[in-house]
């Protein structure tokens, strides 16, 4: 395991993290929970990602009594958690600082620690002026609650609102974005924010590096049961990969395995390998559902010399994309 800094930030988060988004409370209890956790960490993993929209908050707290039974340092691992959907009410959504601040307690109850490291406002809120969300974020830093700031998926524009805005007032800036990024959802990460690294020393947090299991290539010939596009709940992203688009990337898939196996690897390696071939990637958030999966997802790091220039060359020709990264190598 290798560690990268969090954008222009002192923090060093490993290059491949442990999310808990659709696994936690879905498809892994406490029991796997702090199995799959204790995995991670002694592997090298050092980021724990979270947010209060994951099940209601039952994520949270799965992670927060695995945290407290493996008792690790608490100066030797970093947790997260994101701010957005906290229930039906309209004081429970949102950014505004009433929710923004009692959404930071709760996490903090439920994963059982005394700060977060890091804090996300899980989407763009229209209806909240940037500033009031920029200084309610800036109040918990100053409180001690929270370490570092940020977004997820908001745009370019909205991001440099927020830093313009602390910048003025000069008080905290985020730090990071939480983006989707992998082969097939590149925009944001090499296009939209490409300005912001340097401007504001963005770091990124990336989630579905993936694509929700459809880079692992089990969809391609068909939807198995009890994968991720089988659940109750996820019928929005089932619908998703059976629409034309999802079939056309299908076929592109089965051209990437063709690269994969080429050079020696499967093509859910090659996935995860590419996104961190990208500098501008702080980590790559995981999701496991089983130790084994987290195990196979890791042993990707020990091809990283694999992908070489010619071999992305060949993921963009498949991809009918021009480099937008920038340079990799």
Known sequence: MQYRRLGKSGLKVSELSLGSWVTFG?????????DIMALAYERGINFFDNAEGYEAGVSE???GEALAKLAWSRDSYIVSSKVFWGGDK???RGLSRKHVTEACHAAL?????DYLDLYFCHRPDIDTPIEETVRAMHDLVQQGKVLYWGTSEWSAQQLT????????????PPTMEQPQYNLFERDKVEGDYRPLYDLMGLGTTIWSPLASGILTGKYNKGIPAGSRLDLPGYEWLKELWQSERGRQRIAQVEKLAEVAEEIGLPIHHL???WCLANPNVSTVILGASKKAQLEDNLSALESRDKLT?????????????KPAAPQRF
Not at 26 to 34: G, H, I, N, S, T
């Open 309 to 321: 220039a010619d071999v992305l060359e060949k993921i963009d020709a498949i991809l009918g994309n």
């Open 161 to 172: 609102e927020a830093w313009a805005v602390a910048k003025d007032l000069r008080i905290t």
């Open 271 to 273: 996935a995860l390998l």
């Open 109 to 113: 109850k439920r994963l059982k620690v």
């Open 61 to 63: 707290a799965l992670m």
């Open 26 to 34: 879905k498809q892994v209890d406490e029991r796997d929970a702090l």
């Open 90 to 92: 309209p004081t429970q």
